[in-house]
């Protein structure tokens, strides 16, 4: 026994409009289909296609240049996104062809009926803004302590002495992160000569 329930985009006869808008196509055993895909994802495609073209032709402009510390050169790694853009343009187009569409976010746990929580926008704003200006005369540590718990606690966290704590902890951490593994000197501002 098989339950059949009738299916619109399946059971409507060859090129009659379907209820969710679309004309249905019989294909060889007889399953209706419905329009082959959607434009604005055809778009992506195409979008990914050309980036990856992009990609390949500037990484086709870029000299030979090796050195000891570094026997591949920088051509690799373009060629190698770009390689993949385009494959990723071609499999997404094949299946939009064949009907693929994305799901709708189940599992998200925003409110659209609600508005934007400006203060908290403006709180996070203000605060990189803040360690803009005083990156240079204080030093990334502190203007970067200022920065990471300032934005949590925009974000809601109201323990002030524990988001100050971690956010010098990440502000070191940063730091000496630039310092020793990329050999890159953030600002010390007034703890030159201390850090």
């Not at 969710?20 to 329009?35: H, K, L, N, R």
């Not at 082959?36 to 195409?46: E, F, K, T």
């Not at 062809?97 to 009926?113: M, N, T």
Request: aromatic share 8%; charged share 15%; glycine share 14%.
């Amino acid at each position: 026994m098989s339950d059949h329930t009738p299916d619109p985009t399946r059971d409507a006869p060859a090129g009659a409009v379907t209820s969710t808008g679309g004309t249905s196509a019989v294909m060889s055993d007889g399953v209706a289909a419905q329009g082959r895909g959607d434009r604005a994802q055809y778009g992506m495609c195409a979008f990914l296609a050309v980036l990856g073209g992009l990609l390949l032709f500037d990484a086709a402009r870029i000299g030979h240049a090796t050195s000891s510390n570094d026997p591949v050169g920088p051509r690799p790694v373009p060629i190698i996104l770009g390689i993949l853009l385009l494959v990723t343009a071609v499999l997404y187009a094949v299946d939009v062809y064949r009907g693929g569409v994305g799901s709708a976010e189940e599992g998200e746990d925003v409110d659209l009926s609600t508005g934007s929580d400006w203060k908290t926008l403006g709180l996070l704003a203000a605060f990189f803004v803040l360690n803009a200006v005083l990156i240079e005369p204080l030093g990334w540590v502190i203007s970067g302590t200022i920065l990471f718990a300032g934005s949590a606690f925009a974000l809601g966290n109201r323990h002030h002495v524990r988001g100050l704590l971690f956010g010098l902890g990440l502000a070191l951490a940063t730091f000496y992160a630039f310092a020793i593994g990329l050999d890159v000197n953030l600002p010390a501002g007034v703890l030159q000569g201390i850090l």
